[in-house]
């Protein structure tokens, strides 16, 4: 099935630890997104990439980085510097430019605790 | 950039037409009103989207206002499932990229 593909679902990580969160999409999508989403908030855009080598900040981009060496993969890696990483990321990918009105994916999302 | 605003919580009768606004005052000419639906700790699931239009499927209806500043998105007969929170989303294309800004989102409520 074509889709995108978050993992894994729940993660553990200790103070001081780099966790990467997985975002696999075989749906030949161009775009890629991660966004953070607090308990009761809405979501809130860490990076994004609309090309193969080239990504963005969004608006709290601080704590984050990301590669996209693949078309199909946009990891996002929580770093250590991230001081309340406890939240619910979701990977999100779309193609063409945003005004061919095409529709814009999720996964499932990553739930990330600090323990 | 492209901003969004939505009340932030709304309630609905169960089979009453539930109607939840948007104000995208900013939205530029070419830029696609998408709606979208998120039940807790869920992806974002996709209803519909418009440019000018109004535009109907399955599962709702859009109305977007003649200025293109404002919107609503129908749900003809609201059941408990349809229980959720509601983004509506404007496409930003403001630096060449294509950022996806997100309003506040409304919290439907549905109740028997």
């Known amino acids: 099935d074509g889709g995108i593909t978050q993992s894994p679902k729940y993660l553990f990580r200790k103070e001081g630890q780099n966790v990467t969160l997985s975002c696999e999409q075989n749906?030949?999508?161009?775009?890629m997104y991660w966004y953070r989403q607090d308990p009761g908030q809405g979501l809130r855009l860490i990076y994004y990439s609309q090309i193969v080598n080239d990504f963005q900040k969004g608006d709290i981009a601080e704590g984050y980085s990301v590669s996209r060496e693949k078309k199909e993969s946009f990891p996002l890696t929580v770093t250590s510097a991230q001081k309340n990483p406890t939240a619910f990321y979701l990977c999100a990918t779309t193609w063409g430019p945003s005004n061919s009105g095409n529709t814009i994916y999720f996964g499932e999302g990553s739930w990330l605790t600090v323990v | 950039d492209a901003k969004t605003t939505q009340p932030p919580s709304m309630d609905c009768a169960e089979g009453r037409a539930a109607n939840l606004p948007c104000n995208h005052s900013t939205i530029s000419g070419n830029e696609y009103v998408y709606w979208y639906r998120q039940i807790h700790s869920q992806g974002p699931q996709y209803i519909i989207h418009?440019?000018?239009n109004n535009e109907t499927n399955e599962m709702a209806s859009l109305i977007i206002t003649e200025d293109r500043k404002s919107s609503t998105l129908i749900l003809p007969h609201a059941t408990l499932r349809d229980t959720a929170v509601y983004y509506c989303i404007v496409r930003d294309s403001g630096l060449g990229f294509q950022k996806l800004v997100f309003g506040t989102g409304t919290r439907l409520l549905v109740s028997p």
């Open positions: 418009g440019l000018k």
């Open positions: 749906l030949n999508h161009d775009a």
